[in-house]
């Protein structure tokens, strides 16, 4: 079989389109939706060495030298923000090792009455998503702002409140005519990892920071990059894992990160995806949009031809797939120092 090889965005969208029998505009708009959620897929199917990271500042957030990767006292961390699989946390002092990754259910049983223990961190688990790169450390409102005016733009606060029933999350809508004087939630939140992400409506442009009710920094988004008109979304979604370890820190650490990240979002009509597999992008996308019609038959016609396009490549470069207990489920993401992802 041929390889998958890499196409341009246009072609793969005017493949989608001609299978579809539609190529009117706004069908366009949402094929590139699909090839890119088609991307999203192959990508967390396989170890892709094109998607690999690695971190080796030993800090948190690239604006604090002070901020090191695990904080003394605080048994939570959060992972870099385009996180899909954790490949590796390695401390910098090479006579500490590197932390084993546990499944959430192991770790807190370990824990038992120990969850309090101080020392070297030396076992790991993802258990939930947050939007904050420190924790809050002053109860209260916490306010969001921007380096740019971002005029009437609506954001979407989703956040942990006592008083909810478990697993249930508050959300509350933010807007004002100049995003630089920054707005405040009307909830109170308590202190640790409250927000779980943020959603910033497509338009949205220049940077998402918030303080806690103390002034402390706890959200650091740099950069928005998602040209708009290039996507049929309509929200740009913040969040990353977020970790739990054992023992809690006793003191600052400095860590190593590897990790492999989620593929950069085509946006442009001469955009590649990062990984070759551009015929199955099409055949997925394909299946998707075919779905979204209501013509089933065709769509798992097309979920097939996908899935032997991706497993005639992967036989060929016999690479391995990935240990699911490796894999975290991520709220979507992009850049350690602020980048975006769309749903």
């Not at 948190?60 to 990767?69: A, I, P, Q």
């Not at 192991?106 to 309090?116: T, V």
């Not at 809508?173 to 995003?179: F, G, I, M, N, V």
């Not at 190593?256 to 085509?266: E, F, G, H, K, S």
């Amino acid at each position: 079989m041929a390889s998958l090889g890499l196409q341009q965005l246009s072609d793969m969208v005017t493949q989608v389109g001609n299978a579809l029998g539609d190529t009117s505009t706004g069908t366009q708009a949402q094929i590139k939706d699909m090839l890119n959620r088609a991307l999203d897929h192959a990508a967390s199917l396989y170890d892709w060495p094109q998607l690999r990271q690695h971190d080796e500042s030993g800090l948190r957030n690239f604006g604090d030298s002070n901020l090191k990767t695990l904080e003394s006292a605080e048994a939570h961390a959060p992972l870099p923000i385009d996180t899909t699989w954790v490949r590796a946390i390695v401390h910098q002092d090479i006579d500490q090792g590197q932390l084993e990754q546990r499944s959430p259910e192991d770790l807190y049983h370990l824990f038992g009455s120990r969850k309090d223990n101080q020392g070297v961190p030396e076992l790991f688990a993802v258990v939930g998503h947050t939007a904050q790169y420190a924790a809050i450390g002053t109860a209260g409102a916490v306010t969001i702002s921007s380096n740019q005016t971002n005029a009437n733009a609506v954001v979407r606060v989703h956040y942990r409140k006592s008083g909810r029933f478990i697993g249930q999350s508050n959300w509350e809508d933010l807007t004002t005519a100049d995003w630089t004087a920054g707005v405040a939630t009307n909830a109170t939140l308590a202190t640790g990892w409250e927000v779980e992400k943020i959603s910033l409506p497509s338009t949205w442009v220049g940077s998402c920071t918030a303080v806690d009710n103390g002034a402390k920094s706890i959200i650091g988004i740099q950069a928005i990059e998602e040209p708009p008109a290039t996507s049929n979304s309509t929200y740009q979604i913040i969040s990353m894992p977020l970790i739990r370890v054992f023992p809690v820190p006793s003191k600052d650490y400095a860590c190593t990160v590897i990790w492999t990240r989620q593929p950069l979002r085509m946006t442009e009509d001469e955009d590649l995806p990062e990984v070759p597999v551009s015929e199955y992008l099409v055949a997925k996308a394909a299946a998707y949009m075919l779905e979204a019609c209501n013509r089933l038959g065709e769509a798992q016609q097309q979920h097939v031809v996908a899935g032997q396009l991706l497993q005639s490549k992967f036989h060929q470069n016999h690479t391995g797939q990935k240990s699911k207990s490796m894999r975290v489920r991520r709220g979507n993401v992009l850049g350690m120092t602020g980048v975006r992802c769309r749903y």
